[in-house]
């Protein structure tokens, strides 16, 4: 592990580093391959690292967060990627999707009531944004909320929810008026054990399949009206901006899982032979290592940049959505780069599910398609540098 120069790790930074290290190591290595065939959510490991306070990162002690900054979240998130992504994308949605937007737009009692159980690890939180036909174009989604004196009744249908099948909480986005459009949006807390919130068939995955996936469907989903998130019609802005921290998350975790393939790749390359000498030493295999390193250097520094980026907005208000797009886009790209060439390089062997190569060839996929496809963040970066709408 580099500590680069240009952003030197101060004495938190590394311990948050290694613990996370260290818990991946002793106790999600031995059952990541386990999970990932049979599919089952990992609750005990998660349990686990809540109690570490890698559920709440950058949420403040006093809502049971550790209160630490977006570098450190990064840092144990890649951790913990590099053994295994299932496990990093529970702690991703925890971390950003779902807290984020309560910290940077709730009430302090939604703050009190909604973040302490997630922060500490002993509850699971999810945010549900997509729907059958609304994925990239989120603005054009069709559930609606209706207020009815102090309640919002819910319904309609959401789609690909991460952790959906076992949430306790979720963010959710609708209608409140359809014909101002995105301007109509507004965002909702949700208790999972409400009447009316049901949880839809387990998708059956290519990767990440520790990591559980539904659809929610709210049916006269009755909530009060102090579980509206912001403002009536802010909803499109909440669920951009916490998007904009997921990606940073998303990046952190293509980071890990490239690492993981690399360095699987490098050992391998040292060690098999083939025509007298060990492959690494046949142009071939060692420009591939060349690449993929040069390639997983580049991730890290777009995403300790945009971590960075994260940390200055909290003092200047501005967004960093450039910069965590960038991270997203090269990060996730070059994630599947790298498992695809571990693969060739670790040939039948790659190929085996007795290694975890062609584990993280599957789960890397997922980087470049959730919190926006590779195609939506080169149109943010894009419409940012051109600055057109
Ligand atoms: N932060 C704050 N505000 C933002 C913003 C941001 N990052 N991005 C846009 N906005 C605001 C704009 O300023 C604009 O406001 P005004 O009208 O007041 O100026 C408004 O939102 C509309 O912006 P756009 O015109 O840019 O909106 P658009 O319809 O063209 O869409 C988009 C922009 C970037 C394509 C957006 O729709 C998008 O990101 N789509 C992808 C959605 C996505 O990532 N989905 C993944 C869901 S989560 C998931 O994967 C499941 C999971 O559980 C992990």
Same mark, same amino acid.
């Given at each position: 592990?580099?500590?680069?120069?240009? &952003?030197?790790? !101060?004495?938190?930074?590394?311990?948050?580093?290694? $613990?996370? @290290?260290?818990?991946?190591?002793?106790?999600?290595?031995?059952?990541?391959?386990?999970?990932? /065939?049979?599919?089952?959510?990992?609750?005990?490991?998660?349990?686990?690292?809540?109690?570490?306070?890698?559920?709440?990162?950058?949420?403040?002690?006093?809502?049971? =967060?550790? /209160?630490?900054?977006? +570098?450190?979240?990064?840092?144990?998130? *890649?951790?913990?990627?590099?053994?295994?992504?299932?496990?990093?994308?529970?702690?991703?949605?925890?971390?950003?999707?779902?807290?984020?937007?309560?910290?940077?737009?709730?009430?302090?009692?939604?703050?009190?009531?909604? +973040?302490?159980?997630?922060?500490?690890?002993? %509850?699971?939180? #999810? &945010?549900?944004?997509?729907?059958?036909?609304?994925?990239?174009?989120? =603005?054009?989604?069709?559930?609606?909320?209706?207020?009815? =004196?102090?309640? &919002?009744?819910?319904?309609?249908?959401?789609?690909?929810?991460?952790?959906?099948?076992? $949430?306790?909480?979720?963010?959710?986005?609708?209608?409140?008026?359809?014909?101002?459009?995105?301007?109509?949006?507004?965002?909702?807390?949700?208790?999972?054990?409400?009447?009316?919130?049901?949880?839809?068939?387990? *998708?059956?995955?290519?990767?990440?399949?520790?990591? #559980?996936?539904? /659809?929610?469907?709210? *049916?006269?989903?009755?909530?009060?009206? *102090?579980?509206?998130?912001?403002? /009536?019609?802010?909803?499109?802005?909440? $669920?951009?901006?916490? +998007?904009? $921290?997921? @990606?940073?998350?998303?990046?952190?975790?293509?980071?890990?899982?490239?690492?993981?393939?690399?360095?699987?790749?490098? +050992?391998?390359?040292?060690?098999?032979?083939?025509? =007298?000498?060990?492959?690494?030493?046949?142009?071939? !295999?060692?420009?591939?290592?060349?690449?993929?390193? !040069?390639?997983?250097?580049?991730?890290?520094?777009?995403?300790?940049?945009?971590?960075?980026?994260?940390?200055?907005?909290?003092?200047?208000?501005?967004?960093?959505?450039?910069?965590?797009?960038?991270?997203?886009?090269?990060?996730?790209?070059?994630?599947?780069?790298?498992?695809?060439?571990?693969?060739?390089?670790?040939?039948?062997?790659?190929?085996?599910?007795?290694?975890?190569?062609?584990?993280?060839?599957?789960?890397?996929?997922?980087?470049?398609? &959730?919190?926006? !496809?590779?195609?939506?963040?080169?149109?943010?970066?894009?419409? %940012?540098?051109?600055?057109?709408?």
């Amino acid at each position: 592990m580099t500590d680069l120069p240009i &952003y030197p790790l !101060t004495g938190e930074h590394k311990m948050i580093r290694d $613990a996370a @290290r260290d818990f991946a190591q002793k106790e999600i290595a031995p059952i990541a391959a386990e999970f990932d /065939e049979s599919g089952e959510f990992p609750h005990a490991t998660i349990k686990k690292m809540g109690a570490l306070g890698f559920m709440g990162i950058e949420v403040p002690e006093q809502y049971g =967060g550790a /209160e630490m900054d977006t +570098l450190a979240y990064v840092l144990a998130l *890649e951790e913990i990627c590099k053994v295994d992504a299932s496990h990093g994308v529970i702690m991703s949605v925890n971390n950003s999707l779902y807290s984020h937007g309560i910290l940077h737009f709730g009430t302090e009692e939604q703050k009190k009531a909604f +973040l302490p159980p997630i922060a500490s690890g002993t %509850a699971i939180g #999810a &945010y549900s944004l997509t729907e059958p036909q609304s994925g990239s174009d989120a =603005g054009t989604m069709k559930s609606r909320a209706t207020r009815d =004196g102090d309640f &919002y009744v819910l319904n309609g249908r959401k789609s690909w929810v991460t952790s959906g099948p076992v $949430a306790d909480y979720f963010v959710v986005f609708m209608m409140t008026d359809p014909d101002k459009k995105q301007k109509g949006i507004s965002a909702f807390l949700v208790d999972g054990k409400t009447k009316g919130l049901v949880r839809g068939r387990k *998708e059956p995955k290519l990767g990440i399949r520790a990591s #559980a996936t539904s /659809e929610i469907i709210f *049916e006269d989903c009755r909530i009060p009206v *102090e579980n509206r998130l912001g403002r /009536e019609g802010e909803g499109f802005k909440i $669920a951009m901006t916490v +998007l904009d $921290a997921g @990606r940073i998350g998303i990046a952190a975790q293509s980071l890990g899982i490239a690492e993981a393939a690399y360095e699987a790749a490098r +050992l391998y390359a040292g060690q098999r032979e083939a025509f =007298g000498q060990p492959i690494g030493a046949f142009q071939g !295999t060692g420009f591939k290592i060349a690449d993929m390193k !040069t390639r997983i250097e580049a991730s890290r520094l777009l995403i300790y940049n945009a971590a960075i980026a994260k940390e200055n907005s909290k003092k200047t208000g501005g967004r960093y959505s450039l910069e965590a797009s960038m991270a997203k886009l090269f990060a996730s790209e070059t994630a599947m780069f790298v498992t695809h060439q571990s693969i060739q390089i670790h040939g039948g062997m790659g190929y085996s599910r007795e290694l975890p190569v062609e584990r993280y060839f599957r789960d890397a996929k997922i980087t470049e398609i &959730y919190e926006g !496809t590779s195609e939506i963040q080169r149109l943010v970066i894009s419409r %940012a540098e051109l600055d057109i709408k």
